[in-house]
């Protein structure tokens, strides 16, 4: 979808003599967004959403490829997850490779026939943007200087920039689905908010190119030169990454320096079976665990990246995303329609205790699977005594077959 139309829809409603109104603003169209706006839209409930960026940028980014199932099913109840279930590739298990050897964790037997679906953000955010133009609702791309008032009390606003003219969205509510570098966070005063932090020292480096994947499944690989990880978004487009140092610059890696390292990093086989060519996109991406305390101010609601940030390994970010939206849109339903305020006064506590749950996995399979700086050849011995009785306990391996399909809403 071009931006074009977008950006129509919204010079049709911005009036600046008179300030939008609707139920709730809600600031960013990443996949947080989006998605409340539709589940909300379902259920009668309008709101307008603001990007700071423009349609294109947003779906250029490459980004998550694993969806749990209770995604899925909030996809379907958006009315979206026609092509999530025509495209997205079940999983049912995922290759654990340590010590130069594959091992398969069974997703499906350890957890009583649950498994994962292989499909992309930028094909979530699409869905989700086309079903709202579809739809003819508002979502006004490309603003700037976005603000947020009044939310400690009844008549929250929300003012922006867009090509030059002020505007202002009366709401009842603020959702802040903006991500980690958003304003809404930002505009919550410091003595009302509580962050726990972990950065790791090292990063990720990402690779997406039109060559059929190197295995049917995941590869998950610990190796003395660093982790990698052989994912895909179809039968003929793979996504690949590497651990890299925090500060590496993209620029020094050619796609045959990229492919060189990842064949180091994998076993004699899968080596050998790797298919290369040109990289369509390579970015490097920082690793972090990050929570903000409490996801809720008055009537500005924090979700997805913007109250959390994962560590990738556990492939948790998205999903955790889905789950907080899943849970706000449930909450201001149930507002509009019961004239209930339970689901809101209960709905930071209610993510939190999955945020948390989740931040832990993610941060353990990442302990588990990266070089550390610090630990040397002790670190690695460790590493692979943990990945052996991981792959030998049934009890060890449901635990981490429980957390990768993701535990219940
Ligand atoms: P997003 O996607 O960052 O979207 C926020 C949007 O808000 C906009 N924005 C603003 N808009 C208006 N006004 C402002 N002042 C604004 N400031 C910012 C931004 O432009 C943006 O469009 O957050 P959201 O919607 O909460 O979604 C979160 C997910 O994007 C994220 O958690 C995942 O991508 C994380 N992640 C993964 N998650 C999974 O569940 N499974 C995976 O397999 C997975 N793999 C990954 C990942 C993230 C990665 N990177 C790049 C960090 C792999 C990688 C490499
Ligand atoms: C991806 O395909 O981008 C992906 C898959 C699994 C992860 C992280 C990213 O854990």
Known sequence: MSGFGVHFIARILCDDRFPMRTQVAIVGAGPSGLLLAQLLHRAGVDSVVIERQSADHVLGRIRAGVLEKVTVDLLDQAGVGQRAHAQGLVHEGIELLFKGKRHRIDLSALTGGSHVTVYGQTEVTRDLMEARAAAGLPSVYGVQAVSLHGFDGAHPQVRYVLDGIAHEIECDFIAGCDGYHGVSRASVPASAIRNYERVYPFGWLGVLAEVPPVSPEL?????????????????????????????????????????????????????????????????????????????????????????????????????????????????????????????????????LGRVWKAERFSWWFTSLMHRFPDTGAFGLKRQEAELDYLVQSRAASAALAENYVGLPL
């Open 219 to 351: 590869i998950y690989a610990n190796t003395e030169r660093g982790f990698a990880l052989c994912s895909m978004r179809s039968a003929t487009r793979s996504r690949y990454y590497l651990q890299c140092g925090a500060d590496e610059n993209v620029q020094t890696w050619s796609d045959e320096a990229f492919w060189d390292e990842l064949r180091r990093r994998l076993d004699p086989e899968a080596a050998q079976r790797l298919v290369t060519g040109p990289s369509i996109e390579k970015s490097i991406a920082p690793l972090r665990s990050f929570v903000a305390e409490p996801m809720r101010f008055g009537r500005l609601f924090l979700a997805g990246d913007a109250a959390h940030i994962v560590p990738p390994t556990g492939a948790k970010g998205l999903n955790l995303a889905a789950a907080d939206v899943g849970y706000l849109s449930r909450a201001l339903i149930e507002h509009y329609r019961e004239r209930s305020s339970a689901g809101l006064d209960a709905y930071s506590q209610r993510c």
